[in-house]
């Protein structure tokens, strides 16, 4: 289908349907320099087995379509074209596309909650998720990633004019798990897409999320929290593209790191056009080193083409656990282990407050606290 090259941003250069023009990484690009590539089991070079089971099964509200369809469907890729090779990878090999549409003017009764479970890493395996909300409907949806698996796949998140979608992705794979996922969300006019990633488990873990607006007054808040331990690679690149006037966009995504190895990558990337005045965007990325050997890297980036924004900002900050706050918290009586975990559980609590699904935000929190306790 050809190659649509976007010449301005070097992180996101191309994007195309065909797997021929995407070279197999040599891990010196910009976009694979901090993915240990030897770990990827083959998804970047197709030498991996299509022998792996992956099993997605939806437990809609009740006002919610879904459908399982092939390839040929229009709706699936019509929002997102796949951006490096092993998006392209998994584009080119999912068998069946899962369709989930909630209707126009509709509200969700309830969650959408989609389960995919790994049943063994031997072998990979690809798929393929649109969700669609039509114009002025509402929803909240729970993607919820378990077992063992290696695992490829895209997911589109298409939004009318006025939709609002609330998503929560959790990460929770088993210690042998890997998985490379692109999240792409298209905004249509004062759409609103709220997104909440949490990634826990695996032996790697590389997410890209990404947004694109379709029509002014769209607006994206895009969180992240995630707890790398000993030998883990939890990897998360994000874009946001403002290429609409009067659109805005907040990114807040916090990490913890403890043990030998471990190690987390955040890469943020806003790109504001010339024809995208009056955005408003800002971009922020925490690291909490926990322990000696664990790494964090992070790189935020901002690209501006138009003097004419409302307000255009990006930070980010690593480091370990402030002496004195722990120091405060023991001259009052409180034990060193007891004062760390207060710590760090008031370091993500302002955004685990942002999970609007109890049961997820219960989930979280015990994560959190079964992680301290290691």
Known sequence: MGLDTKPLSSLHGKSSYDLADFPVPTGREESWRF???SRLRGLHDGTAPVAGTVVLEVHPAPEVSVETVGRDDPRVGKAYVPADRVSVQAYTSFEKATVITVPKEVVTSEPIVVDVRGNGAAGATYGHLVVRVEPL???VLVLDHRGSAVY???????????ASL???????WDADAVHVSHHHAQLGKDATFKSFVVTLGGDLVRLSP????????????LSGLYFADAGQHLEHRLLVDHSVPDCRSNVDYRGALQGDDAHAVWIGDVIIRVEAT????YELNRNLILTDGARADSVPNLEILTGEVAGAGHASASGRLDDEHIFYLQARGIPHEEARRLVVRGYFAQLIEKIEVEEIRARVLAAVEAELAR
Do not use: H, I, W
Not at 152 to 162: C, I, K, Q, T, Y
């Open 35 to 37: 993915t240990p590539l």
């Open 137 to 139: 409907a509402q929803a």
């Open 152 to 162: 490829a796949d895209n997911v589109e998140f298409v939004l009318g004019e006025g």
């Open 166 to 172: 609330k998503v929560v992705s959790l990460q929770d």
């Open 210 to 221: 990404s947004v694109a607006y379709a029509g002014r007054g769209g607006e994206a808040d």
């Open 278 to 281: 009056g955005t408003d965007t």
